[in-house]
Protein backbone atom coordinates (compact mmCIF):
# COMPACT_ATOMS: atom_id res chain seq x y z
CA UNK A 1 0.00 0.00 0.00
CA UNK A 2 2.83 2.63 0.55
CA UNK A 3 4.24 2.81 -2.41
CA UNK A 4 1.13 4.00 -4.45
CA UNK A 5 0.13 6.23 -1.32
CA UNK A 6 3.27 7.66 -1.98
CA UNK A 7 3.39 8.32 -5.63
CA UNK A 8 0.12 10.13 -4.99
CA UNK A 9 1.56 12.41 -2.10
CA UNK A 10 4.92 13.19 -4.28
CA UNK A 11 2.61 14.50 -6.52
CA UNK A 12 1.17 16.99 -3.96
CA UNK A 13 4.83 17.75 -2.58
CA UNK A 14 6.32 18.65 -5.81
CA UNK A 15 3.69 21.96 -5.89
CA UNK A 16 5.25 24.78 -5.37
CA UNK A 17 5.16 25.82 -1.40
CA UNK A 18 4.13 22.38 -0.19
CA UNK A 19 6.88 21.00 1.98
CA UNK A 20 5.42 17.86 2.87
CA UNK A 21 2.41 15.54 2.44
CA UNK A 22 0.52 12.54 4.31
CA UNK A 23 -2.60 10.63 4.48
CA UNK A 24 -3.97 9.37 7.87
CA UNK A 25 -7.05 7.07 9.00
CA UNK A 26 -9.45 9.40 10.07
CA UNK A 27 -8.56 8.96 13.90
CA UNK A 28 -4.61 9.61 13.05
CA UNK A 29 -2.70 6.73 11.80
CA UNK A 30 -0.37 7.56 9.37
CA UNK A 31 -0.84 5.58 6.56
CA UNK A 32 2.12 7.39 4.15
CA UNK A 33 3.46 10.61 4.54
CA UNK A 34 6.66 12.15 1.82
CA UNK A 35 8.66 14.70 3.64
CA UNK A 36 7.57 14.37 6.55
CA UNK A 37 9.07 11.58 9.19
CA UNK A 38 8.74 9.76 12.11
CA UNK A 39 7.36 12.22 15.43
CA UNK A 40 6.41 14.74 12.86
CA UNK A 41 4.17 12.58 10.77
CA UNK A 42 2.92 11.06 13.77
CA UNK A 43 2.00 14.31 15.32
CA UNK A 44 0.53 16.38 12.01
CA UNK A 45 -1.10 13.34 11.53
CA UNK A 46 -3.23 13.65 14.77
CA UNK A 47 -3.86 17.23 14.09
CA UNK A 48 -5.01 16.55 10.63
CA UNK A 49 -7.23 13.80 12.63
CA UNK A 50 -8.85 16.14 14.76
CA UNK A 51 -9.33 18.80 12.01
CA UNK A 52 -10.88 16.60 10.01
CA UNK A 53 -13.18 15.48 12.75
CA UNK A 54 -13.81 19.37 13.13
CA UNK A 55 -14.54 20.12 9.41
CA UNK A 56 -17.15 16.92 9.28
CA UNK A 57 -19.10 18.59 12.20
CA UNK A 58 -19.12 21.91 10.55
CA UNK A 59 -19.90 20.15 6.65
CA UNK A 60 -16.83 21.01 5.68
CA UNK A 61 -14.55 18.60 2.81
CA UNK A 62 -11.46 20.91 3.47
CA UNK A 63 -9.68 23.45 5.60
CA UNK A 64 -6.59 25.04 6.71
CA UNK A 65 -4.59 25.55 10.02
CA UNK A 66 -2.16 28.52 10.45
CA UNK A 67 0.64 27.09 11.73
CA UNK A 68 4.20 28.58 11.91
CA UNK A 69 5.43 29.74 8.48
CA UNK A 70 2.74 28.80 6.88
CA UNK A 71 -0.12 25.83 6.34
CA UNK A 72 -1.39 22.81 7.82
CA UNK A 73 -3.85 22.04 4.90
CA UNK A 74 -6.35 19.15 5.44
CA UNK A 75 -9.06 17.57 3.07
CA UNK A 76 -11.22 15.01 4.35
CA UNK A 77 -13.30 11.62 3.00
CA UNK A 78 -15.17 8.90 3.86
CA UNK A 79 -12.18 7.47 6.14
CA UNK A 80 -9.22 9.30 5.53
CA UNK A 81 -7.54 12.47 6.08
CA UNK A 82 -4.70 14.29 3.65
CA UNK A 83 -2.73 16.75 4.97
CA UNK A 84 0.03 18.87 3.63
CA UNK A 85 2.39 21.24 5.05
CA UNK A 86 2.57 24.59 3.17
CA UNK A 87 4.51 27.50 3.18
CA UNK A 88 3.09 31.02 4.12
CA UNK A 89 3.92 32.41 0.27
CA UNK A 90 1.90 29.87 -1.07
CA UNK A 91 -2.07 29.71 -1.94
CA UNK A 92 -2.88 27.69 0.67
CA UNK A 93 -6.51 28.00 0.00
CA UNK A 94 -5.92 26.34 -3.48
CA UNK A 95 -4.16 23.62 -2.12
CA UNK A 96 -6.57 22.66 0.41
CA UNK A 97 -9.26 22.86 -2.13
CA UNK A 98 -6.98 20.50 -3.84
CA UNK A 99 -6.75 17.79 -1.76
CA UNK A 100 -10.49 16.79 -1.85
CA UNK A 101 -10.23 15.08 -4.79
CA UNK A 102 -6.72 13.25 -3.92
CA UNK A 103 -8.72 11.98 -0.57
CA UNK A 104 -11.48 10.67 -2.64
CA UNK A 105 -8.88 9.01 -5.01
CA UNK A 106 -7.11 7.45 -2.21
CA UNK A 107 -10.60 5.68 -0.95
CA UNK A 108 -11.48 4.62 -4.28
CA UNK A 109 -8.37 3.24 -5.03
CA UNK A 110 -8.40 1.40 -1.49
CA UNK A 111 -11.83 -0.03 -1.87
CA UNK A 112 -10.63 -1.47 -5.35
CA UNK A 113 -7.84 -3.07 -3.62
CA UNK A 114 -9.72 -4.14 -0.82
CA UNK A 115 -6.89 -2.37 1.67
Known amino acids: MGAPLRGLLE ?8 VGALVATV ?3 VMAA ?8 DAVG ?3 SLMGQ ?3 RSG ?3 GILTVSGGWMCVAIGESLVVAALVEG ?3 GEEIAGSL ?9 WMRQTGE
Not at 11 to 18: I, K
Not at 34 to 41: M, N, R, S
Request: no cysteine.
Open 27 to 29: DGL
Open 11 to 18: AVVVRPGV
Open 34 to 41: VAIGGQDA
Open 54 to 56: SLR
Open 60 to 62: ESW
Open 89 to 91: SAD
Open 46 to 48: AVA
Open 100 to 108: VPLVAEIEG
